[in-house]
């Protein structure tokens, strides 16, 4: 019978067993990973987040690795009923990262359970916030997030024609409300949140007409707004014509009345010097003043009545003797 030598064998046995355990004594983190060593599934040591070659003792202790980076959280639409009973469907994401990385391996161990958990945490949280707040708290914002303020618009019941309930909050301060309530639930789990905010906010065709209404209202309380301030300026420019006008007539009739004033004393002047030169020129302009009073007070219906001691019956006497002389100088000659 032929004897085998095993001993060849045993030593290239024991050999690949040596190379074997040397071989998964060792093992690489990377950069986006956290790694806790367990032995007999329980948690042993720190947790390892430095990239990079570390050692382990084999076959007793085994790796588990954990993702260091931001993860996301994305929910599905809910429907939500707010403070004023309007229904919606909130659509909300969140960004979080494993913040204990023992913590989270001992009561979740793996992501799946994690995002169960954010499910349950962070849905239960956005219907409390959104079930405290009215439906204009959520959605009108701007831009950057903030609610949107208008001192015009006067708060009232929700839903009137040119009222517009008063803005409080508003989404930013919603969404962090949110995130503060459950961030303190999910650091139990070895989470933290980073971010929480709601993506999308739809209707329910029941609600369309209020949304609509609403909208409507705030349309007509601007438009007012515009129209009260085109009605104040309008207002405000009338006036300041009207003040205008009257400084332009006041002015004007300052100069007309000191250009009369000049030109009454120059014929006043004119008047004195007629008089103290020719006497007789002087006469005949009050007659001819007199003759033209006469013409603008009587007319061809007029009766007059003089006494002999008046000035015009002197006048008119003196008129016609004179008239009667001449007669009689042009018969003589």
Partial sequence: MMRINLLPAAVIAGALLLFLALFSSFYTVDQTEQVIITQFGKPIGEP??????????????????LDKRFLEW??????????????????AFARWRIEGPTTY????H???????RLEDI???????????????????????????????????????????PPIEFGRLKIEEEIKGAAAQKLAE???????????????????????????????????????SEGEGESARIAGQRERDLNEIRSNAYRTVQQIRGEADARA??????????????????????????????????????????????ALLKHGASKTKTEQVTQGAE
């Fill in 122 to 164: 962070l849905g239960s949280e956005t219907r409390n916030a959104i079930a405290k707040h009215d439906l204009i708290e959520i959605v009108r914002t701007d831009k950057n997030r903030q609610p949107r303020h208008d001192e015009t618009l006067k708060g009232g019941p929700t839903g009137t024609i040119g009222i517009l």
């Fill in 48 to 65: 390892i987040t430095d990239p990079g070659l570390h050692f382990r003792v084999p076959f007793v202790q085994s790796v588990n690795r």
């Fill in 74 to 91: 994305d929910g599905a639409p809910v429907a939500i009923p707010t403070r004023d009973k309007t229904y919606i469907h909130v659509d």
């Fill in 189 to 227: 789990f070895g989470i933290a949140v980073l971010d929480f905010r709601i993506k999308r906010v739809n209707y329910n065709p029941d609600v369309l007409d209020r949304i609509y209404q609403r909208m409507i209202s705030e349309r007509l309380q601007i438009a007012q707004r515009f129209r």
């Fill in 110 to 116: 793996d992501e799946r359970s994690a995002q169960s």
């Fill in 268 to 313: 006043t002047e004119i008047y004195a010097r007629a008089y103290t030169q020719n006497p007789q020129a002087a006469e005949f302009y009050a007659f001819l003043k007199v003759l033209e009073t006469y013409h603008k007070t009587f007319t061809k219906d007029s009766t007059l009545v003089l006494s002999t001691d008046s000035d015009i019956f």
């Fill in 105 to 108: 391996f001992v009561r979740l």
